[in-house]
DNA sequence: GTTCTTGCAAAATATTTGCAAGACG
DNA sequence: CGTCTTGCAAATATTTTGCAAGAAC
């Protein structure tokens, strides 16, 4: 994705554009799946381990990534909804987590469906996370 | 719950009753909420962190508990289900992460709704975590 | 100059394994 | 005995922070 376009999703989320910032949103936006630190840290040789770390809490503080739980660990993925806060995550979908290969998959036309929650319960965001066998690996 | 109907349970599940894996089952059939290996650590004085860890790989391994992931990382919890292999997990139900006290509730009585996988995906459980405030914390 | 950002190193956590001793049959 | 289980210590891996230097304004 050109820089212009970057600086501009970063600015629309009043994140300030920094050089590592825009590498960083690069790489998860070109990415085919959820990527963890490590993996993000591996792609991005420029950007230092705590860089990263840090460049990724400013990104969900702002609403920019989701995390994904799934076995193995936090993984981190570009949001596509267009709400620009801390409100309610509208663009989150089911996730494949294969238990043979160790990948996560995104199954972005698969919505998560919604549930009742009991009295009380105010929900901000839901991770579901199928485990199984993926089509690689059968 | 009593020993002998603890024993019970460890042999439906082909899992040789020792000392520990009656303690560590105790526990889990106590506890109200999914555990981490930390807290089933400290709520049982008598078994080491890494007996704890060797005896929930064995439950795990016979389909006893299902582990959660949720952004605290893994908790583990009894299967209440009546399978007895390494079969498909037919009690799975939803959990709700509070992003404050970061505790996780055990919504048992709401079932994971279940989703369409695409064609070559094969399920073997699901994690569906809901993240937020808890009641407690509003 | 003041504030925000970054890299490096290191601390703090969490997870997992080696190995020898013990329990069980 | 031979196999399975356990505790302790230690190795790994992962996540997070301190701090001083650098960039931005």
Redesign the interface.
Known sequence: MDTIRLQKILHEHAVKPTANRIVLLRTLAAAERPLSLAELEQRILTIDKSGVFRTLAVFKEHGLVH?I???S??RYELCHGHHHGHAVDDDTH?H?FC?RCHTT?C?DH?P????????????????????????NC?
């Open positions: 995390v739980d799934d076995a660990g936090a089911v494949f238990e998959f199954l698969i998560i469906p919604p549930v009742d929650l009991p009295e009380g319960y105010e929900m901000s965001t839901a991770n579901y996370v199928v485990k199984g066998i993926c089509p059968r």
